[in-house]
Each structure stands twice: as structure tokens, then as C-alpha cells.
């Protein structure tokens, strides 16, 4: 199954639930605002009266809990779940998360969004001291940090772990008596805290999903914080002060829902102010200005408004998951393309177009677009990139590991202009973008991480090191192909 | 499984190819088109050198056809294929389409899309004659008048069952040697002609399906035509000349994809248009204009453009497929409902917003809709449909089949207007949507069907005329529902 | 998925129920110890207060009925059902029995044990005659004979067709009102009725399944009689006089249970029989007997007990179900036989060994088995057969439709010895058998039918007749395979 | 699913090949050949040129490989298997052996037949010095110790842990080079080492598996040894010297498959000597011997042999799965049990009949077949058990972990006989069992654990010390039941 047309992929969603009657019901709800965080594996553990129970599976949310006794058997008044796209790890069912821990003295829960950059090393050292991991997945390695730690508590043994672990995590936590939520020095991920009606708290990547479950927003986990949530409230504490706002740009750009807001900033606007500065940076005259569905449409209906040109729907989006049979042909590929986007003639035909898209990560997309759009009789396609050019990895939890899989790392815009088959072909500036979002932390590029435009990493880069140090002598992706 | 927020149902897509190696995947793209008109069961037969096999199942497509192995049975070089949503007949295996006819001389595979309205008396005197039936659909009347007739040859025989059965149909038939296209006499449901680069003829409910396969679209099949295909090519011929167009606006108004052309008329440009009408015929001042996704976008970004006002993503719709859970609570119920469909506070938070929809069945989805606007925190929401009051069922393929399932059959538009919620609400004229889609034949309302809005059928009802006066005499739709 | 180690297989087994709250799970029970009688599909067809429904599917009961809610839609105080074998027509879901009718009218369903000689001329004359077939099974044709009689009432239908139709057949049929069980003029197939403590009546393929569901013996239906079983009781009719028993000798050698009674006559003292004439006729000396599992021990503990040679467990079946994979070697093909049936190397090592069988089909499963007893040690196998060379095909509802396959059809006793290995090869003679079974009706061959071992077939084989001349005079099959 | 009569279940089987190169296939067919030790999970763990890969699931052999990819999936030249029985964890995934670890240093599998009985304190140890454990199973336990251990190499740091460990085990291990067996000090469980002609080597629980795999016999594992298999042949070592045989009687009495040796006495033939001793022990005048299928028909045809009275089938065990289904009545349920067991009414009716049995656990099972056979006419029925009464629970793999399960361990024999519906009923001897079995080693008892039925355990039981004092302590089981 392929479920989307960009090859550009978020680790995970994460949500939990302390204090409802139904709280595997409605964890189940705020997943699936989350599903498009990871379409790989889901899972959810029940907390029921400190006994925890789970139900984990591959594939979509709908399909692991396609049977309704799973539902039945998550009993309990809170939960914690997990939506999750494989990076760094197999995807075997030790895989999926929620992990669920049990000791002789208890169980714990734990769920994670995000990528340890030093989780190699740690993982070797604990290892070399006998121990055992049971997944291929970093998660696992702070539960081991925690039941190795001397603290008394379990908040002072977390706190301990968490200072050990680097790089981008959102760690959601359950055991028989709380629920914790804990948000890596930088802020990568979002992470948000809401309250149902009924006093029930509820955490989430999101807060798309506060709204579908009813919560109201209370606040966002904010850098080097964790949050303890138990039948007495919850309350906020910090496990480091050693903070500094680097949020992933390409949440705003790409990965996160248009009705989401991230540090206060709504998705659909930040994405339409950055069409808007687009159309100011990068003008031109055509009939029509149409997105790429989805991700792109309010950066082009910003683009359309700021230039007075008309907002059309030239391509459609089949609604449908389509199953990617293998193909013996050419031909027959190509229709297997056609079956999730298709270009409408009776809207480009003769007409000059300005195609907004969000990003370019290989090009290839775009390239099929382009030739979409021309053979359904398009005069013109001009290509306008809501995002500056793709050049560098992430190791903060996005599925680019090699700067061989970016066509910008590689190669001129003219050349990328050409390859695609566009008439025209610009890049949303870094400021423009910057300007776009509109976030004003005193950090760095007002607290983004612009990482994969320039190479800034706001952190060490500890295992990752080397090979994105060789990464940047490599050339090897070539437009031919 | 629930796909939709509309309680308003297409019955049926249909495709077939002929003369290309891979008939059943193109089929599979082709079907994968049109899965809008049709989620509850598919199937596929295949024609390999004079030997139909089938493959079909329920539910959607994608689940139908998961095991590769099932594509690969299907081996041939002509097919054709069904995707159905149920309306008159059960659910079980037995009626999913197309069928399969096994005799000792021969196959013959049979698919449907429309509803006849002279089933019921056919059927019973079929069986006085000792005639079996062994599905519960429509459909299968048409062998038995096949296989009955005296005729000669077997489209001989096929027009003069054709003359016999009432209603809207659009047929597509294989036999060894050739695939036939037929359309009732008014041409209610659409259906198209196209060529691939390499010759295969292919036949579809909409052109979007043509441009998915990679077709080139040749012509419709009109009222009273029947098209023979072979490897000889294809002709057209008649089986009646007492023909006069009835297209269901409904077709334009919400069934069919945007990005197809009915009569020549783009779905996307007539929503757009009638969108424009609406915005002339009832302007409001207001912040923003904002459509229902995904059926109503067209119509309101036509209502922004003429009007003026900014267009913006006010509603996001959860592109995953949600399992809807017997909910134990009316909260969780709630909840159910926004996984599908979320306001996106960051847009709509004090904001005077103009909400388009294609139009209104139960109205219990509007009410929902507005509900979530104003939770969200919009200040007024005024409520613009893009069709006039459904005031009559349908006998013609839509699932409408009683007046009490229709608000507007039983409600003023004030007591709808304050029963949803609206600030004010205003519906299409019938001129503003027959001007809206723009048909120009020589038949009454330009050649559209307008029967759901004022109950003007253009035939007879025959077995369905008792139940139809019936339903004239009923209020039973009840507001406080 | 192969379930028997020999290519010998039933048509089908058939069971019924009248008057009983569990009617469906009473018919499970009945249908499970049928199960030997087919294991390629499974159905059951409830009445629930005149309302009959059906579940039906591919493979063993117990998958198909693996899911409970299945059963909890069978509700009703009636039922009938049908396990299936497959012989004459393509296993597709549609040939799954019991057939469910449904007429404006009414319901009925049916299912049948047995082959029809006449089915294809029937067929054809019905097809043209306009009918249609929706499934490739003889059974449908019945249904369309009653259906097409101008006869006054269901009963005399049905008694018409029954004159109709020609060969092997036990039928059951039910509507809203009535079970209905009857039997061809020959009574090939064992059919019987019986009655629980409730009063509720059954009808079943053997005894086993009225022991089973708690029945107690009332009669056999005997050859031409239709039994009728209504809320008022059960009368026993005629449809024809012209009768003469010659049940199906492979029933008492083969097919049916051991703990069956088949015209008063138990199979396994059948079996214990004709091996105690074998061990008369061919007697060796040997340091042990053994049975071939499950079907041969019988005969092999009368071999034992009349030779006073010990009977010992020298081969053992695997009660678990094994998947046949395809093997890529021949090593690989070997062990998969051994999964199936294991020699006893602590038993049989240096030992003289009688293997009693209760028949050779290809005799490809005896050579193997003789081959494991070598390996295994066995010093001398002596195989004795507890019945006479198969040389004939049947018609009746057994698969072996061409001489071809058997290999005693074409080759002398001393060449298939030799073939399968073995020091020394008896066949029971045709009185031997006939004398161990022990029927004594006034018919030729005391009421069986031996027309497998001899030929004589008790009726016209009609649409056979042709395909049975040609056999006679081919000879291809090989030793050397 | 229940797949057997009598509720005493064995733990575990295991089997393993190095230097085959199909060795997952050779590795399915010799656990279904030990499929009887376990039905609840299956796996395999298959190593390709040093990389270990997996596949396993709940259900028999047959379900877990049903899709033919994962065998395919499992290539390389050797592999280990384990057929799972739960008694002291939880049946999810995760207990699911072999267990496959992965290290940053390789991988090693573990496969175990047995019960630790001092598991809990070696978990708490291990899991207060801040190991995490993945499974409930005992089986995980061994794998920390090897890994905490301070030994230089793989074997030296197993063997340490073997030290440790304190029951009955016979543990299979795999690492990249080499494959590892255990045996406890007592060698409660049987294990086998074989070889093919290909040079392969095998380990397998029983005999029958290399007879299956189509190996031959080497040696058996001995008490305190562990066999180290690689590609230069394989070699014995010892971990320990202070053994002691105390093979569980109960392998020969009910577990092990007739066709297995163990300890070189073939179980088959001890059980017919049991049977035979049986005979001289109890006799009784009577038409016929019977035996319980399918563990009884050895001792039951002992008996007969011995006594001179004729053995007859007259009970028949239906060779297919049967579905428990939630019984709504007693009067369903009863039907439940005849499906699975028939008494052959044509056999016993008005017989004085002597029924051998193997053994009595709760007695439920004996008092259903007495009643069967009266019911189906029997005029006597004089119940022979052919081993001693069962008075003790097991701590080393049997699931009877309390003595209220036990009949015997409350009851006196007339009491059982009575409360069973016998006319008489006699245990056989200690000493007659353990004549019958034959072993001489020189030891309590000739080597045979007799705990079951004297309470004589042959090792400290460390954690379940407690729990079986205060079962002598309780008298729970009421015959009432």
C-alpha cells in the first residue's frame, strides 16, 4: 500500500488520555486526526484500574482495530497511543509502540515521536553491561536509562534518563498511577496539553487532535519539560534548562494537519502567508493558479489572493487508498500514477498555470505533475515552491538520511526547472518562509530549525556525524534517472 | 465502515476495456476512478481468449482486490468491471456485479448502473413462467429477457429486452467476442466512449476514468444508443427512437468527480458556476467564504470569486478512513463525527463566515457542520446551497426512495434555517442551477432531470407510482430528531 | 491443504433437523461427523419461522463456521446442511451447498449426496428453453425441473422432477413448511432418519450423525421413497415403484464411519469381516498384522483375530492437519508423506508384517507405505486388500471418472506387486466381500452395487455411456510413474 | 478451539537441523510431527549464512505457516523450532518461542521443552539489578544469564547459566555459528540427536520427528549434558555431573507419540506391556477391550492380547477439528462431546464391555465415555486404567499445578468408579508400570520420575515449595461437579 504521492515521511503521532470513562474510544479518535503522522503501525494501552493492556498491529489505525474486541478489551480510564512510520528501525511488531513493560513490581507504557541522535552509542553501552533490548527501536533505550537508574522515584529516575538521551523526542508515558509527557531541549516535535468537559487531560502531537476528542487547549509542552498528569491534576516541571526553540520548519511546510496550531501559529495560515509571500517574490502572469492537493492548497489560494490571479482546481486527488500492484509495464505505471492525481482538461486545457507545491524532496513528483498537467493541454506550468530548496538530512525524525535522496543538494534550479519540464520554476526564499510562519522566539531564525534549507543543526550531531559528514562529499544523485 | 458525511448515495460505476493485454489492472484503475459512485462491493470479469473469469467481493476495491493473485487470474485482454453502492437489493455476495453467466453455449457477463422501475412486475412474471432468480438485483432481468427472446442473434435479443426494461440503466455486457454499452432512453446516468494510444477501446461511467486508463475521449453514448465493440472496432445503433434527455442534475451537483466531463460540461467549471449564481442570487457580508470538503469546494471558491470575499480552509476532512465503533455515549458520538470532518479554529475563531454546500439531505450533517463552526468560534455562519430544496425521491439510482428521508419535503427553509442553526440560508433557484451547469438540448430544463427539486419525472413510474402518491400524503420528517 | 493420504473421495454428506430451538448447532454437530463424507465446503440453511438464511463457505466445517456470530444468524427451529467433495463441477463458492432459492413467493433450499447420469442432456434442454444456471453443480436442475411443473403442490413438483432426473441421489429439501428427504430407485447412498427426546426429527447420510446429535434410529429411507417431515410428524411416500436396491459397496469398505450402520448392517463388523474372509482366503505367516490408518484396522484386527497372528500398531497416522507446500526437491516431497503416516521402527524392525488395506486406487499410497515399512525395517510386507480389484469407473458420486486411474483397470495383480514392492499381493474375492457385509435383499449382489470391481452397473449410464466405451478401450496407465 | 479429550497438556516440543539446505522445511515437518506436545503457538527461526530470521504465531503448525511466503521467507542451511503448550505465562506473541535476540554483536535464538522451578526468583533477582524482561515466559530467563556472565565464550557463559537454573528443561539455542542442546540434570523431558544422510544433523524431542525428517538415530541427550553442533560435526560436553534420571513416566504412559523410543524403549510397546500387566492385574470376565482413542489403543490391545477377549473399535474419535461454541444448554453440550468421541452402538450394544484408559485426571472425561457406552447399550462397563492413580501436581511441565484438579488426589477408587458410572474400576500398579515401561537405569524407580503418583519429587522445588505444602493441605474436589 502506498498511501500518499510525496516520498517525504514523519516518525510519528502520539496522544494520551488520563481521567475518561472510554479512554481507549477516544484515544482511538485522536489517532486518527493524527494518521497522517504514520500509516504503518498503531497501537494503544489501556490503563484500567492500574492494570495496563494493550493492542498493537501494522498498517493504518482502521485496520489494526478493525475488530471491535480489541476496542472492548482496552478497558480502562486512561490510555496512551501511538501512530508510527518506521525510520530508523524494522518494521516488525516489536516495532509498533506503545512499548508495554512489565515488571515484577509493575507496568509501564511508553510512546515516542522523534529520532535519538546518539542512540548507537547508548544502546552499545547498555548492551556491553548485559543488557537486553527486545526491539530495534531507540524507544526502548530510555526504559532501560530509567530501571538502571538509583533515583528513588520514577519522575527522578525519568529526569535522569532524559538528560542522557539527545536529539528530538516527545516521549508519552503511562504507568499504573500517571500519565508523563516529556518534550526533548529544542522542541523539535509539537507536543500539547488539552481538558475534556469532564476534566479528563489529554496530551497529543497536535492539537487537531485536542479538537476532535473536545478538549480545549490548555498549553504547549514547551522545551526541557515534562508533565505529570495523575487523578490530582497535572502539574509542569523541568528536567533541564539548557533549552533553546528550534521547531522543525517543515512541520508548518508539510507535515502537520492545516487545523493544527504549532506554538500559537495556525498551519492553513502560516502556509497561506507563505503563498502570499511567494506570489510577492516570485510573480508571473497566467491564467490560473491551482496546489497540489493537499498539502499545498493553502499556499496556493494565498498565492492566488495576494496576486489577484484566479484559484482553480486543476488537479484532482483520489480520495481512495489505491493498492500498488506490481506493474509489468511502462504504460501500466504510469496509470498507476494517474489513479491517485489526476489533472482536470476541462480546467487547464490552452490555460497557463502556476502550480504551487509545498516542497521538492527527489523531484520526481513534480516531474509526473508537470507532465500531468501539459498533457491534459496545460499552455504553460510555472512551478512555485512554498519552501526553500531541500539540501540537507534530518536526524530530528523525518525519513531523509542521505542528502542523495534531495535533488536540490545536487543540483542548480535551472537544472531542477529543466528535469521537471516546468516553464519556470522558483523557491520560497529562507526569510520569506521565516516571515511566513511567523513565530518570534528569541532563538535562531525566530526558534525554527532551518536544518534541511542551510545545514544549521541547532545540536550535536553525535552518532550522525560521520556519515553526514560524508554525505556532504557525495554527489551521486543524477537527473537522468 | 462509514466513507461519508453525506447520507447520499450513488448506486453504481462501471467500466470495460477491450483489445489490450492488461484489460483487468487497466480495469482496476479505471474502477479505482470510480469508487466514489460505488464503495460497498466490486468485481472484475476478464475475457482470455473466450473464457470469462471472474474475481469480486465487498467493500471497496482496494480490499477486494488485496491478494495480487486475484489480478493475476484475471487474465485477457478484454474486461469489464462494477463498483456498487446497494439501493434496492441486499448486500450479499450474490448481487455484487458484474455477473456471470455460465451456459452450455457460452458466458456472458452483465454490469449495472441505474434502477429500474419496472423490476418488481418483471421479475414476478418471469417467475409465473418458471424463471429462477438466484440474486435479489435488478440487474439480472436483463439475461432472463435475453435468454427468452426469439431473436436471432444476441443483439438481437439484447434490444429487444432493452425496450422491454423501464427506468435508468446504463448496461455494459460481455460475451466471447464482444462487449456492448447500453443507455435508457433519457440518459440519466452518464457514460463514455474513449480509445488508448495502442487501440483498446474503453467504456466508462465518467471521463475521469478515460484519463486515469490514459484514454482519449471519443464520445457519450447517448439516450437509445447501444455501442458494439470488437476487434473489428465499434459501431453505434438504436434501439429505440423514443428518446429524450433527462440527465440527473444530481450527477453535477454532488455524484460525479470534478474533474469529468458530462455533456461536454467540466463538473468542477458548472459547481463553480452555479457557485457564482449562488453568491449573485444571495450575498451576505461576511470574513470569509469556506466550502464543505470535498464536494462543495468548487461551488465555494465560485462564491468567493464573484462576491469578493477571501476563500479560506474553515473545515478539514480527515483524508483516512475512520471505523466508526457502536458508540456507547452521545459524547463519543460527537466525537465520531469530528474524525471525519474538523473546523480549524485558527481560521474561523471570530469570524463571520459563509459556509457552501452542494446541498441538503437530512440536514442533520449541516446542523452538525454549523455546530462545529460555531464551537470553533465563528461569529455568524451563513449557510449557501448550491441546488434547490430536495423535495422528491428518486427512482432513478439514488437512494432517496421516501419523502421522509428529505427536510425540505416537509420544512419550510426558515424552520430548516433554525433547525441547523444558520445566521440565514439560502438555496439555488432552479434557473440559477440549470444556468449554473449550462446544458443546452432541445428537451424540457435544458435536458437535465430536475425531479428531485419539483417532482417533474420525465417518465412513468410504473411499479414505484403507488408508493410515490403514497409518500405525497406523508409528513413524518420531524425536526426534533 | 490435503487432509487424506488417499486419492479416494465421497461426494457429499447431508443432515437435517425439524423441531429443535438449536436447529443450526444440532446440524454443526450432525455435519462434523459427516465431515469425512467432504471436506471442500460446508453450508447450513436455517428457518426461522418460515425466513430461511444461509452461511456458506470453502473448506472444512470448522473454518467455515470459525466465527461464532455465524451461527448466531442461523436462528430457527429447523435447519439442513451439507458438507461437499467436489467431483463434477468447478469449486467455486457458487456450487457450495445447501442452494438457497428465493421467489417472490417463498424459499427453498436444497442440498444433495450423489451424480446425476442425466445432468447434461437435462441442462442443455432447460438452457434452451431459456433457463439459467448459476452454478455449475447437477443439484440446481432439480430445483428447475419442480419449478417448471404444472403439477398442483410442492410435494407432487418435486415427485415429477424426481422421475426426471437419473443416477445417485439422496436430496434434502426444505421451504417455509417442510423438510423434505428422498432417495434414487437404487438406493446408492445411505440416508436415515431418526428422532430426538425432543421429538425433533433428523435426517442424515449415516447413523453416525443421528448417534451424535442425541437421535435415536427410526428407519433407512429405502430406494424411491420421498420422506416428508412437517410440525405434524413425518409420512413416508413413494415417487416411483420401480426400485431395486444396490447400495454402493465402497461405502461399507471405505467411505462411510466404522460406527455407521448402513441397512442394519455395521461398518466396522463389515469390515472386521471381510477381513477375517481375507485372513480364510489368504492366509501367511507372519510375526504381526497391521492396519493401514484410520480406515483399514477393522479389517486388520479380523485378519489378526481369525489368523491368531498378533495385531500390532506398526504405522502411525498424524492426527494434525498438514499444508502440503510444494516441495522443491524430491528428498522434500518424501518427508512431507512421512508428516502424514509414520512406520513404527521399534515394532516393525526384522519383523514378517501383514498389511491389511481396504483398497488400492493408483496404488502409488501402497507403494509408499510399503517402502516406509522397509526403511523401517520390516523384513517381509505382505499386503492383503480387504476387497476386490477396482477396475471400473463410477458415476454414482465417487471420483474416479476414467479407468485411467486405477491402476488394477490395466495391470495383473502379480505386475502391481511387483510395482508397489511388495513379498506377496491378495485381493478379497467379490463373494468374500459380498459375504462379509452381509446384506441379503432379494437383488443381484444381495442388494450392493459392484459395479466398480465388475462392471455391472445397475442402471443406463446415459451422457456416460459414450465416455465409459471409450475407457474400456484405453489402457494408459503406467507402472513406471 | 479444544483439540483433545483429556485436559493434561504437555509443555512443549522442540526441534532443530544444522546443515540442510532446506532446513525450515525439514524443520515444519518434524514439528508437526510433534505437534501433540503443543498446540497453542509455533515458530521457526531459521539462519541464513549468520543472519537469524523469524516467523511464528498462535495455533497449530499448519496455521502459523498457512501462507507459504514465510517459509520462503526463512531461507538458510539451518534452523530451530519449538510447538508451545502454556501453562505458567500468558499466551501472547511475545511467549511465542524460539525467542530470537538481537545483539549489536549478533543474534542467538532459544527454544525450551520444560518448566523452571525457580524462575520467579531468578526474574526478581534479575529485574532488581535493572533488567527488563519482554516476555512472561521462563524461557527468557536463561538469555540474561548468558549475557551477565563474565565467561569468556558463548558455550563457557551457558553453561554457567545452566548452573543456575533449577527444574526441568531441555533447552535449544542457535547463534550465528553454531547450534547448542540441553538437558536438565534428571532428563525429565526426552531429547534426541539424529542425523540425515545428507550429513545434516538433528535435535528433536522425540524419535518420531527424526524418523519424519527422515534422519537417523544417533544418541539420546543424556542428564547434564550439552551437545555443541556446528559445521565440523558435533561434540557432548557435560555442565554438570551431579545428575540423576527421573524421566517423567507420564511420556511413556500418555504424551509421547507411539512411534517414539525413548531411552530406547519403544512407547508403543511399553504401553501394550502396561496394558498386558493390566490384564494380569485386573482381570474380568467381559465380550470385549476397548480402548480410549487415540492414547489407550496400546494398552487396550495388550490387555486383550493377554486376556484372550477379543478387541473391538467401539469408540470412534472424529479425526476432524471441531469448534467448541459457547453451548447455550447442557443438552448442546453433551451433543459437543459426541462429536469429538462416538460409542459404536452397533459394536457395544448389549456387550459386557472392559474399557482401558491411560490415565484419570479430573475423571469428567471417563464418566462421559461410561456413559456413552451405556448409552449406546453396553450391559457392563469395567474401567481399566493402565497406570497408577494420579495424586500429585507437576512442576516440570505438566499443566497440573494443584491437587484440586486431581480426582485421585481426593478420592478413593470406589468413590471414582462410583461417581464414573463403572461397574469396576482398577489402577494399574506402580510396579506394574514401571515393569511395563522396562527402563533399568540405576536409580529410583529404574530412572522414571514418579512424582505424579507417589509425591516422590527428585528435586528440591524451590518456588512452588510453599504452593505444594499447602495443596496436601486441601481437599477441594467434590464429585458432585
Chains 1, 2, 3, 4 share one sequence.
Not at 494520551?16 to 486518527?32: K, N, S
Not at 479538537?211 to 498528569?229: H, Q, Y
Not at 482546481?313 to 493498492?323: D, F, I, S, T
Not at 550535536?460 to 556519515?467: G, I, Q, R, T
Amino acid at each position: 500500500m502506498s498511501y500518499e504521492v510525496k516520498s517525504l515521511n514523519e516518525e510519528c503521532g502520539i496522544f494520551g488520555i488520563w481521567g475518561h470513562p472510554d479512554a481507549a474510544r477516544v484515544t482511538y479518535f485522536g489517532l486518527h486526526s493524527l494518521q497522517h503522522r504514520g500509516q504503518e503501525g498503531a497501537g494503544i494501552v489501556a490503563n484500567e484500574d492500574g492494570t495496563l493492556r494493550r493492542h498493537r498491529g501494522h498498517g493504518l489505525l482502521a485496520e489494526v482495530f478493525q475488530d471491535e474486541t480489541y476496542m472492548e478489551m482496552l478497558a480502562g480510564s486512561s490510555a496512551i497511543g501511538h501512530v508510527r512510520y518506521s525510520t530508523s528501525s524494522k518494521n516488525t511488531l516489536n516495532n509498533i509502540q506503545p512499548f508495554l513493560f512489565e515488571f515484577h513490581d509493575g507496568q509501564v507504557a511508553l510512546a515516542h515521536n522523534g529520532n535519538l541522535t546518539n542512540a548507537k552509542s547508548l544502546r552499545r553501552m547498555l548492551e556491553e553491561d548485559g543488557t537486553i533490548f527486545h526491539s530495534t527501536s531507540d524507544t526502548e533505550i530510555l526504559m532501560h536509562l530509567i530501571r538502571k537508574s538509583t533515583k528513588e522515584t520514577f519522575i527522578e529516575k525519568l529526569k535522569e534518563a532524559l538528560n542522557v538521551v539527545k536529539g528530538a523526542f516527545a516521549y508519552l508515558l503511562m504507568n499504573e498511577t500517571q500519565m508523563v509527557a516529556a518534550l526533548d531541549p529544542n522542541g523539535f516535535r509539537p507536543l500539547t496539553i488539552g481538558q475534556m468537559t469532564n476534566g479528563a487531560y489529554v496530551v497529543a502531537s497536535e492539537t487537531c487532535a485536542l479538537e476532535v476528542s473536545g478538549a480545549k487547549f490548555i498549553c504547549d509542552v514547551k522545551p526541557g519539560e515534562i508533565v505529570i498528569i495523575d487523578d490530582n491534576g497535572y502539574r509542569i516541571e523541568r528536567y533541564t534548562d539548557d533549552v533553546q526553540y528550534a521547531i522543525c520548519s517543515m512541520e508548518y511546510v508539510y507535515f502537520a494537519r492545516p487545523d493544527s496550531n504549532i506554538a500559537g501559529i495556525n498551519v492553513h495560515s502560516a502556509r497561506k502567508k507563505t503563498g502570499s509571500n511567494l506570489a510577492k517574490e516570485a510573480p508571473v502572469e497566467a491564467d490560473m493558479v491551482i496546489g497540489v492537493p493537499n498539502s499545498s492548497l493553502s499556499a496556493a489560494s494565498g498565492y492566488a489572493e495576494t496576486s489577484g490571479i484566479p484559484y482553480e482546481m486543476g488537479l484532482v486527488k483520489n480520495q481512495y487508498v489505491a493498492r500498488t500492484f506490481i506493474q509489468p509495464t511502462q504504460e501500466l505505471r504510469e496509470q498507476g500514477v494517474r489513479m491517485k492525481l489526476s489533472a482536470v482538461r476541462g480546467v487547464v486545457e490552452g490555460k497557463k498555470v502556476i502550480m504551487v507545491d509545498d516542497s521538492i524532496v527527489r523531484g520526481t513528483t513534480s516531474k509526473r505533475i508537470v507532465q500531468l498537467l501539459k498533457e491534459a493541454g496545460a499552455k504553460e506550468v510555472h512551478v512555485r515552491i512554498a519552501s526553500p530548496p531541500l539540501k540537507y538530512p534530518s536526524f530530528y525524525g523525518i525519513d531523509i538520511q542521505t542528502r542523495n535522496e534531495l535533488i536540490a543538494a545536487n543540483h542548480t534550479v535551472e537544472e531542477i526547472r529543466e528535469w521537471i519540464g516546468a516553464d519556470s520554476l522558483y523557491y520560497l526564499s529562507e526569510q520569506g518562509l521565516i516571515d511566513g510562519i511567523g513565530l518570534d522566539f528569541d532563538a535562531p531564525y525566530s526558534g525554527l530549525c532551518m536544518a534541511h534549507f542551510n545545514g544549521d543543526y541547532p545540536t550535536k550531531l553525535y552518532d550522525y556525524e560521520e556519515s553526514y559528514l560524508k554525505s556532504l562529499e557525495e554527489t551521486t544523485f543524477f537527473l537522468d534517472e
